[in-house]
């Protein structure tokens, strides 16, 4: 695995083959997704911390949702990349969704875990509400109160990843998330033509089935999978069925 820079943001690079990039949600960074990593032997996989978040920097003058997908496009011109699988958890779902409606020549796949469509109108003044309390007291309380409220009973494990992924979290980066994540309006699912894979979690209270099964109805070529008993962070909850789902749809999408 090698790092690379695109401005200030960080990226992790691993592997050979077809391009899969993985975008994290609101307090996650590259390494929500380093359960999944040992099935993907035979892919490129380019997993980047986003601006404000993990060891990227937050960019000035780039805000929102677009500025985020952009920082994404900025990262396969630098890995020279043409297209690729994407791969999303949380807001990191509805960057994918803008990708491939934007840019669909770039987009071969999606696979979305915890899918958001746009967040409803309480939960919008929430995110505004924990942009405030990160800039005026930091990532501590937000952190306990993430990691039980996001994470299934009896996961010990997955509660404490969840915990310090947000405790290492830049209070400014985290609330210009927030920030972001309040503003977004949903993608127009229907033009988004590639396979398309949503795996929800049956105890998620972030991204509900109900959520996923909405956008099912929207998207040409979707495809829902539910996991009983899993709550928003799947891949650190049941990361073996997260690996085997993702590594399918890539298989079933890709010639690699």
Aim: net charge neutral; glycine share 10%.
């Amino acid at each position: 695995m090698t790092d690379f820079s695109v401005g200030s943001m960080k990226v992790e690079d691993q592997g050979e083959g077809s391009a899969v990039v993985m975008i994290h949600g609101l307090g996650g960074t590259s390494n929500s997704f380093q359960t999944l990593m040992q099935s993907m032997d035979g892919y490129r996989v380019l997993r980047p911390d986003l601006p404000g978040a993990g060891r990227s920097p937050l960019r000035p003058g780039r805000p929102g949702i677009r500025g985020l997908v952009a920082a994404v496009l900025d990262c396969l011109k630098a890995a020279d990349i043409a297209t690729a699988h994407f791969v999303g958890h949380s807001m990191g779902t509805i960057i994918c969704q803008y990708l491939a409606m934007e840019h669909p020549d770039r987009v071969q796949s999606l696979t979305l875990f915890g899918p958001i469509s746009e967040p409803p109108a309480a939960a919008r003044a929430g995110l505004l509400e924990r942009a405030a309390t990160a800039r005026r007291e930091g990532m501590a309380g937000i952190a306990d109160v993430i990691q039980k409220a996001s994470v299934s009973a009896g996961k010990p494990v997955a509660s404490a990843f969840v915990r310090e992924s947000l405790l290492r979290q830049d209070p400014a980066g985290y609330a210009a998330h927030c920030r972001a994540l309040s503003d977004v309006t949903a993608a127009d699912l229907k033009k988004i033509g590639c396979s398309t894979l949503l795996i929800a979690g049956e105890a998620d209270p972030v991204a509900p089935v109900a959520m996923a099964q909405q956008m099912m109805q929207q998207l040409p070529s979707g495809k829902l999978e539910i996991l009983p008993g899993v709550a928003h962070w799947m891949m650190m909850e049941a990361p073996e069925t997260a690996a085997r789902l993702l590594r399918s749809h890539l298989d079933a999408n890709s010639n690699s």
